[in-house]
């Protein structure tokens, strides 16, 4: 263990920190030092401990022992409220922000401006087009936060703490919605950030952008501090090591070129299928044994495409076959009774059921497929959930746990354990690696893989170009809510797609949408 | 016995011990037990008997609430039922008595949930609906009278007694298993849990949440139903006016009490009727202690809100941290 | 011309009020009165509403059967000033109201307590009596008069004991839930020497109680109550009731006549039209009074 | 393109329900009639003022009916037996049953306990409290009360503003502006969308839980200090069950329970459909007791399925694209 020791240009001290839940010991003995105008990143594996610990730090959760400093005195923030105050303002992983009030109220929530007790609505509008701009977002600030998509109250979140940011800037999670373009420009803003002298917690599973953007890293281990390095001196190889605690299997990088390509059988096919507004009429063909995947920008329809598909969202027309029998999917049982399977993004508000147990949500498909006549006896269901719980590595390994105290990465694997229990024929995974480490990353393309090995056919939407490539037979590029360009084999690769995404206006369809 | 009772009903049963404590303190001869034309007779036997009105509203009622709803019309239910039983009760048997009577709780039932889960309403406006035109069609049925009636079945309903128990107590029992049955038998209990835990999660997992939410509203309308047949059969007769009045609220209280939150999804059904027994527990001791009828709301208020600090595990935190304040003091 | 009036009711919370609105609806017909009824679910705010929709809508007159005495002064003002007159039914106002309406046709609910302590007094004699009371609505004025006149009537006897008071709510199914509480509370009811309840009703209810504790009432224990529903009549024939006072359902008859005296020939009728609190017990053929009764809408 | 905003929407229902009353009864057309809908509910509004807040904040209070109730009994006491001059004793109950709505805010923010329960206890206490002080109506025969009871501004045709009306009136336009201008305001949103996440952004969600139930007691007080203008008296029974008649006007008028959403404007709408129900049942004159229960059922379902029409109408297309943004 080694920590920092040059108390002038410490600005965040953390020492000796602990923080249990129940029998869970979240955070043990930790030591934490960010200097004035650093990028720090704060590495670990899903479940690590990392959003306890700025939790721990901004008093959102009381700890159970150790000391806080900023600036050299000791602070111990009681609130949110209380950090705030103190300079030190947070994005957290998975609560945003508040999808009732419009934009502008969201970005300035409790710091309104202000004249005679009454909050000046034009000029709070005004500030929050100028802050957003910064971002390069231009959006009707008084439309209610929820009617934009996740990246768009991501950048917003991102927005308010910068705005707010005082002398500490902690982002948790803050590029797992983000597209490249957005990145880049968080990333530049962080850069002018740390210039002025913040310091900036990074917490990330994009090892790229950790080497990108950071200057030094911090990795936690089962609640533990494994220890501190520079990044410029940390070979990738040895941090996946400290975060792991062992290798990381090697996975091989291309996939098209290791499958022979022979015909397959349909397992579904979508003829004309649309709805207005939503996204416009296309023709999809998902074969067993074949992943396709969906690419776009922010915005481009694949999270529409992804519902139509699965029977969230009816069609306005055309037609949906199964094993070439047509079919009408109206609702999500509909497509949960054809065999299919879908992992919505937004985990927190469509996927898991945070007060239930692990085990209730992960055989909560597979019940509600069976029907209510053959409940699961509680001997299978702990079965069903064990082999689950051990086969995606979900941590803590306790069925019994509510799902709402596991962290978001280990979150998303019980999501896809409830539809792997379902034995769908056909899975829509939207975003399925989002949040998720990269132990557990390799693990989930690697059971993408073993799936279609199976026989079964996969949809998957991925902003990660580099990951796509990996593991799609097929690419299906959207732009604008349409279906614009489909490539197969060889033509798969990362260019190909940035270039049908950006034919024709691909670059106005992202500024003009507001 | 841990199975049935979850750690979590410890709260309840320390609640239900000390006001049964109290009880004997303000009646020495609370526990006295005797038999009487071979039913039961004491005052334990009077909170089970009269707690079985709202011992059976909860077991509904715990249900509607596990999906995020609640039911304000069970109190009108009640009455309807009640109205119907003792009108056809002296020219019908007791078969077409409590069918009638049932099917029409079934049928409310069907109504709040069609406005809930289908015309989308919000639970306590649709519910205030038929609680307000409930009662009304329970009266007319009556006319305004209490219909009074002799047929000896359906007053066996109310005063008989099985193995000395009085009828209503074992049919109050007799529901809890039949619902614990079909609920935790089936997977109908998970179902609903997931309904009222993340009802757009639940959907987009396949569950048929519009079904599950009829499904409970329909379960609230015939346990409210028979609870009303219980008791019109009780004072043989029908009192359209005041059957059940007011007693949703004592069945949402009950539940609360049983540890079910308002907010939908964890749920139980024995913890709910113990929520109803501690209710009753504490009616009884009011009565009994002769106290002057004017301070019955104040004790009410004081219990409840004693209860549910009881219950509040940061109430259990803080008395912790005062505890351990004096001791570090000392 | 014939007549409209505004009759602003104050529910149907009983068998009893069920009763006077049909006798009333009666009484109306017969003397080919139109007669507007609008009930107020027992809420003081909507009787005020429904009296200014009456004033609103011009009736020839209003009657007004009050939930509470107090809180009428604003709008009687406003009936006096569009020249409606106001008759009182059942139940009195504040004294402050007097010259508001016309006149008030109602019992006297302490002097109904009286007439029930009396009989009571009387029947006991010289022995020592406990009685339990079965008390109406918490806060309700029939209530609290119904107990102030028995407790006078009592108070001069020495012998008669109040020993357990607590409210049934005026229904038959709390005031059997409280006697059952009242008997356990009492040694299985063996001190109990008679009941007195504000309302019929729940003395219906208490009877049963005390049936199923193996009780006798009407022998073992005595009971006496007010309003003389039917009910307490086929109790009265069967033995297990004592004795009842009288609450007529026929308040709108006598207001009827005075507002068609009123209007016809202006004569002004006395302030207090009081009815008759008449007792009813065993030996008045309660059979044949419950045959009467029974068809009166109770 | 935007649709119609659900306030907008309860105003045509209310708008159109009005009419429809007034072909059956044309005397419902005419000043005199609004003045009074005004008046008889001008403690109604008050209360489901504060309501407003309570519900948009994700909460609920059941004790209003109560408070009102103690509120009449403690002002007609205080002014009739104690002797206290009128306005103290406003002053008084004010204070008090702030403190009152306070200590409710507080043990549902410290002991996390749901509002609905918290509040039931709060509706026994008052009522209790109440009957402790007396069972009996007090009458209250202050001149400041027929001074104020009596004063109205005459409208042509009858039609009379009276004083408790316009205090409703104030405390409407008050609660609107609170509620849309004011860091108050946006905060009760804040909590209702998500108390965590509030907590979480910065919002102290523990003195606003606080000051919301504090608000909504101390409407209820001035609602009941109302009601006895209305009544001229202090009675323990009064106001029995108003608080199931607030909530129901609010969620008529546009409020979610779940809280997050609402506006005063629509609760105060949504008082005078409730007001035009009663009246158009009192036109009516024929119903009794129960058909008067069932008619005021159905009215209350036509409103109310009637305006989620509407409302599910104009969301449309709104609706297609709060769809694609998921
Ligand atoms: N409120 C809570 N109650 C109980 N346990 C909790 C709670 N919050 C977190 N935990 C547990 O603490 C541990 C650390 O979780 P944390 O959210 O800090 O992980 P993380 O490093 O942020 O993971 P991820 O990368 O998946 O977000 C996990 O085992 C988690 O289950
Ligand atoms: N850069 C942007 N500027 C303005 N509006 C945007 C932008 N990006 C997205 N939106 C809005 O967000 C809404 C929906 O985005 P949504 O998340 O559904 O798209 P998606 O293709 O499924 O993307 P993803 O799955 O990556 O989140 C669209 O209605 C669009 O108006
Ligand atoms: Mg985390
Ligand atoms: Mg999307």
Avoid at chain 2, 243 to 270: H, N, Q
Avoid at chain 3, 81 to 96: G, T, Y
Avoid at chain 3, 182 to 205: L, P, Q, R, T, W
Avoid at chain 4, 285 to 308: E, M, N
Wanted: glycine residues 10%; contains cysteine; neutral net charge.
């Amino acid at each position: 263990m080694e920590t920092s020791s040059d108390p002038v240009a410490s600005l965040l001290e953390v020492r000796g920190i602990s923080k249990s839940f129940g029998a869970v010991r979240a955070l043990q003995e930790v030591d934490f030092t960010l200097r004035a105008g650093e990028i720090h990143a704060l590495l670990g594996e899903n479940g690590a401990g990392k959003s306890t610990l700025i939790k721990v730090i901004t008093g959102v959760f009381p700890r159970d022992a150790g000391i806080v400093r900023l600036g050299g005195d000791e602070v111990a923030p009681r609130s949110a409220k209380a950090a705030l105050k103190a300079g030190i303002a947070t994005v957290y992983q998975e609560v945003n922000l508040l999808p009732n009030l419009s934009v502008a109220q969201n970005l300035f929530l409790d710091r309104q401006p202000m004249r005679f007790g009454i909050v000046r609505e034009g000029e709070m509008r005004r500030r929050a087009k100028a802050l957003l701009a910064d971002f390069g977002l231009d959006i009707d600030v008084a439309a209610p936060l929820g009617n934009y998509s996740v990246a768009i109250q991501h950048v917003t979140a991102i927005a308010r703490a910068v705005d707010l940011s005082a002398r500490v800037l902690i982002l948790d999670e803050p590029t797992a919605s983000l597209d490249r373009h957005e990145v880049e420009i968080l990333f530049g803003i962080m850069r002018q950030l740390a210039g002025r002298g913040i310091g900036i917690v990074f917490v990330s599973h994009f090892l790229d952008q950790v080497y990108e953007i950071s200057d030094r890293i911090t990795v936690l281990r089962n609640g533990r501090l494994v220890g501190e390095r520079e990044t410029a001196s940390l070979p990738r190889l040895d941090l996946i090591r400290m975060m792991l605690g062992r290798e990381l299997a090697e996975t091989t990088s291309t996939r098209a070129a290791t499958r022979e390509h022979q015909a397959r059988d349909v397992c579904a096919s979508f003829e004309k299928y649309g709805k207005v507004g939503y996204v416009a009429p296309f023709n999809l063909e998902l074969r067993h044994g074949e992943v396709v995947g969906l690419a776009g920008l922010l915005g481009s329809g694949r999270t529409e495409t992804a519902r139509l598909v699965f029977g969230a969202e009816r069609t306005d027309g055309g037609q949906a076959s199964v094993e070439g029998v047509p079919v009408r999917l109206q609702s999500p049982r509909d497509g949960v009774r054809h065999g299919f399977g879908y992992c919505p993004e937004e985990r927190k508000t469509e996927g898991i059921i945070a007060e239930l147990s692990v085990r209730e949500n992960i055989v909560l498909a597979l019940q509600a497929k069976r029907g209510l006549h053959r409940p699961l006896a509680r001997r299978e269901q702990d079965e069903i959930a064990r082999r689950y719980v051990r086969m995606l590595d979900i941590r803590p390994p306790d069925p019994e746990r509510p799902v709402g105290l596991l962290s978001g990465g280990n979150q998303q694997k019980v999501l896809l354990a409830r539809w792997l229990a379902t034995s769908p024929r056909l899975l829509v995974l939207d975003e399925p690696t989002r949040g998720i480490d990269v132990g557990a990353h390799a693990e989930i393309i690697r059971l993408i893989r073993e799936l279609c090995d199976d026989g079964l056919a996969l949809l998957v939407i991925s902003s990660e170009l580099d990951e796509i490539v990996t593991y799609s037979d097929r690419i299906v590029v959207l732009r604008d809510r349409a279906h614009v360009e489909e490539l197969a084999g060889e033509a798969i690769d990362v260019t190909n797609i940035l270039a049908a995404i950006a034919a024709d206006g691909g670059a106005a369809a992202r500024e003009g949408r507001a | 016995m841990t199975a049935l009772l979850p750690r979590r009903g410890l709260a309840q049963i320390l609640a239900l011990i000390v006001i049964l404590a109290v009880d004997r303190i303000v009646s020495p001869q609370f526990f006295d037990l005797r038999l009487q034309d071979g039913r039961l007779f004491g005052s334990l036997i009077d909170v089970l008997n009269r707690g079985t009105p709202v011992a059976l509203l909860s077991l509904g009622m715990v249900l509607v609430i596990a999906t995020r709803g609640i039911d304000l019309s069970v109190g009108a239910i009640m009455a309807i039922s009640g109205a119907i039983a003792a009108s056809l009760a002296d020219s019908h048997g007791l078969p077409i008595v409590l069918a009638a009577a049932l099917g029409a709780g079934l049928m409310c039932g069907l109504w709040n949930g069609f406005l809930v889960a289908v015309l989308g309403m919000q639970p306590i406006v649709a519910t205030l609906i038929l609680m307000v035109a409930g009662r009304g069609i329970a009266q007319l049925i009556t006319e305004g009278r209490i219909v009074t009636f002799s047929s000896p079945d359906l007053v066996w309903l109310g005063n008989g007694a099985i193995l000395g128990l009085p009828v209503p107590v074992a049919i109050a029992l007799g529901m809890l298993i039949l619902t614990g049955a079909v609920v935790r038998g089936s997977a109908l209990g998970l179902l609903i849990e997931a309904t009222g835990g993340n009802a757009r999660a639940s959907e987009l997992a396949g569950v048929g949440t519009r079904a599950m939410i009829l499904a409970v509203y329909v379960w609230s309308g015939v346990c409210a139903a028979l609870a009303g047949v219980i008791a019109a059969a009780d004072i043989m007769g029908a009192d359209a006016n005041n059957a059940g009045l007011w007693l949703e609220l004592d069945a949402i209280l009950a539940v609360v009490i049983g540890g079910t939150s308002l907010f939908g999804g964890r749920f139980s059904l024995v913890l709910a009727v113990f929520g109803a027994l501690i209710i009753q527990t504490m009616n009884t001791g009011i009565l009994l202690s002769g106290y002057p009828p004017e301070f019955n709301l104040l004790v009410k208020a004081g219990v409840v809100l004693a209860v549910l600090l009881l219950q509040s595990p940061k109430f259990s935190g803080l008395a912790g941290m005062a505890m351990r304040l004096r001791g570090t003091k000392a | 011309a014939e007549l409209t009036i505004g009759f602003s009711q104050i529910g149907s919370e009983s068998g009893w009020r069920a009763a006077e609105t049909s006798v009333s609806k009666q009484e109306a017909a017969k003397r080919k009165v139109n007669l507007k009824i609008a009930d107020a679910q027992q809420k003081q705010e909507n009787q005020i509403k429904a009296i200014r929709s009456f004033i609103a809508q011009n009736v020839d007159a209003i009657f007004l059967a009050p939930v509470v005495s107090t809180g009428w002064d604003s709008v009687l003002k406003e009936a006096k000033e569009a020249k409606i007159p106001v008759v009182l039914l059942d139940r009195d106002i504040d004294p402050s109201g007097k010259e508001l309406y016309l006149t008030a046709v109602t019992s006297d609910s302490v002097h109904e307590g009286e007439v029930a302590g009396d009989w009571l007094a009387k029947t006991v004699g010289a022995k020592a009596c406990n009685i339990v009371e079965l008390q109406g609505t918490v806060g309700a004025s029939v209530a609290a008069n119904r107990k102030k006149g028995f407790d006078t009537a009592i108070a001069k006897h020495a012998n008669l004991k109040v020993v357990r008071s607590q409210t049934g709510d005026f229904t038959r199914a709390k005031g059997k839930e409280v006697m059952e509480s009242f008997i356990k509370a009492e040694g299985g009811g063996k001190s109990i020497c008679a009941v007195y309840a504000h309302n019929d009703d729940m003395m219906v209810g208490a009877i049963q109680a005390m049936k199923e504790a193996g009780l006798k009432p009407g022998k073992e224990i005595l009971t006496v109550s007010i309003d003389a529903v039917p009910d307490i009549f086929k109790a009265m024939a069967a033995g297990e009731a004592n004795a009842t006072v009288e609450l007529t359902p026929n308040m709108a008859g006598p207001a009827l006549d005075a507002i068609a005296a009123f209007k016809g020939k202006g004569t002004v009728p006395p302030k207090w039209i009081q009815t008759e609190s008449k007792l009813y017990t065993a030996a008045d053929d309660p059979q044949k009074i419950y045959d009467s009764k029974k068809g009166l809408g109770y | 393109m935007k649709g119609l905003p659900p306030v907008l929407i309860t105003a045509i229902v209310l708008v159109a329900g009005f009419a429809l009353c007034a072909v059956q009864f044309p005397n419902i057309a005419s000043t005199r009639v609004v003045g009074n809908l005004l008046t008889d509910n001008a403690f109604l509004g008050v209360v489901a003022t504060g309501m407003t807040f309570v519900i948009i904040s994700g909460g609920i209070d059941l004790s209003v009916g109560s408070v009102i109730g103690f509120t009449t009994v403690f002002v007609a006491l205080a002014i009739e037996r104690w002797g206290v001059p009128p306005l103290v004793a406003f002053v008084a109950i004010l204070a008090l049953s702030a403190a009152f709505g306070a200590a409710m805010g507080a043990i549902i923010h410290v002991f996390d306990l749901p509002p609905f329960i918290v509040t039931l206890a709060g509706m026994f206490l008052a009522r209790g409290a109440s009957f402790l002080l007396s069972t009996e109506s007090v009458p209250i025969t202050a001149p400041v009360y027929s001074t104020v009871s009596d004063f109205a501004l005459r409208v042509p045709g009858g039609g009379r503003l009276t004083a408790i009306a316009m205090i409703m009136l104030i405390v409407v336009i008050g609660g609107a502006l609170l509620l849309k201008l004011t860091r108050f305001g946006a905060n009760v949103y804040a909590i209702g969308g998500s108390r965590t996440t509030a907590s979480l952004m910065g919002v102290a969600v523990g003195a606003m839980t606080v000051k919301i139930y504090m608000l909504s007691s101390l409407l209820a007080g001035i609602a009941g200090i109302v009601f006895s203008f209305y009544t001229s008296a202090g009675y323990s029974l009064s106001a029995v069950g108003v608080e199931l008649d607030t909530i129901a006007a609010v969620v008529i008028g546009g409020t979610l329970l779940a809280g997050g959403q609402g506006s005063v404007i629509g609760t105060f709408l949504g008082v005078l459909i409730q007001g035009l129900i009663q009246t158009y049942i009192n036109f009516d004159g024929t119903l009794s007791s129960w058909w008067t229960k069932i008619a005021t059922g159905v009215l209350l379902f036509a409103f109310i399925a009637l305006q989620q029409g509407l409302v599910a109408l104009a969301r449309r297309p709104v609706a297609m694209r709060a769809g694609a943004a998921s």
